[in-house]
């Protein structure tokens, strides 16, 4: 092969990598420049745990022992004139749809007794979550009081305390995640000012 011959082939391969090796530079300039705005972020975002909400108990408006009034004894009697039990029925909200709620209730206990309140602990259940209903954040939870426990002639207190979970019988685990309601019954004419 003479001089001249291998000069013009290395010009042809020569010039042709030129032109390939440029388009594909453009090619790849061009899909960086297509998708490197996309990519870009421009500002920090500072994504925090939604808050935990403490729950709370409302009576409904068909409950026929609601939390605004006084239960008056002789007005809810059995069938044989005394009073055989009482049925509470109460809403928990609880704004984190799938926590764990924890229900108990005490008669009678009174205020000074903050640790060991089993004597007069009368209920401990699960309040169920309602994830399926058009509002998982209001739970329906019912409980019964025997009557026959109550002061016949005093005032009566009647307390339910919802939280995620307890420390011995009374206290909550977290006091900011519970919450406590109290309703007062006695006969009529009762001392409210003696009650527990």
Same mark, same amino acid.
């Given at each position: 092969?003479t001089?001249?011959?291998k000069? =013009? ?5 020569g010039g &042709?990598?030129? /032109?390939?090796?440029s ?21 920090? #975002? ?10 709370s108990?409302?009576? !409904?408006a068909?409950?026929? =022992? !609601?939390? *605004? ?5 002789? *007005?809810? &009697?059995?069938?044989? &004139?005394g009073v055989?039990e009482?049925? @509470?029925?109460?809403?928990v ?7 764990h709620?924890?229900?108990?209730? @005490?008669v009678?206990? %009174? ?13 401990i259940d699960q309040? !169920?979550?309602? =994830?399926?209903?058009?509002r998982?954040s ?8 025997? +009557?026959?426990g109550l002061n %016949?002639?005093?005032?009566? #207190?009647i307390?339910?305390?919802v ?6 019988s /009374? ?5 900011s ?6 309703w007062? +019954? &006695? %006969?009529?004419?009762? *001392? =409210?000012?003696?009650? !527990?």
């Open positions: 092969m001089a001249r011959a000069r =013009l082939r290395f010009v042809e391969i &042709g990598l030129v /032109i390939a090796s388009l594909g530079k453009m090619l790849t300039l061009a899909c960086a420049a297509a998708v490197l705005p996309a990519c870009l972020i421009t500002e920090r #975002k500072d994504y925090r745990e939604a808050p935990s909400l403490p729950p108990i409302v009576t !409904p068909t409950a026929t =022992l !609601p939390l *605004d009034r006084v239960i008056v004894l002789e *007005d809810v &009697g059995g069938a044989d &004139g055989g009482l049925r @509470f029925d109460v809403i909200r609880e704004p984190n749809v799938s926590d709620v924890e229900a108990r209730v @005490f009678n206990r %009174p205020a000074a007794v903050t640790q060991d309140a089993f004597p007069y602990l009368k209920s309040v !169920p979550t309602n =994830l399926t209903s058009a998982p209001e739970r329906p939870y019912a409980f019964v009081v025997d +009557a026959t %016949p002639v005093g005032c009566n #207190k307390e339910l305390i939280a995620s979970g307890f420390i011995g /009374i206290t909550p685990l977290d006091a995640e519970s919450a406590r309601v109290v007062w +019954a &006695g %006969p009529r004419g009762a *001392d =409210l000012a003696a009650c !527990p």
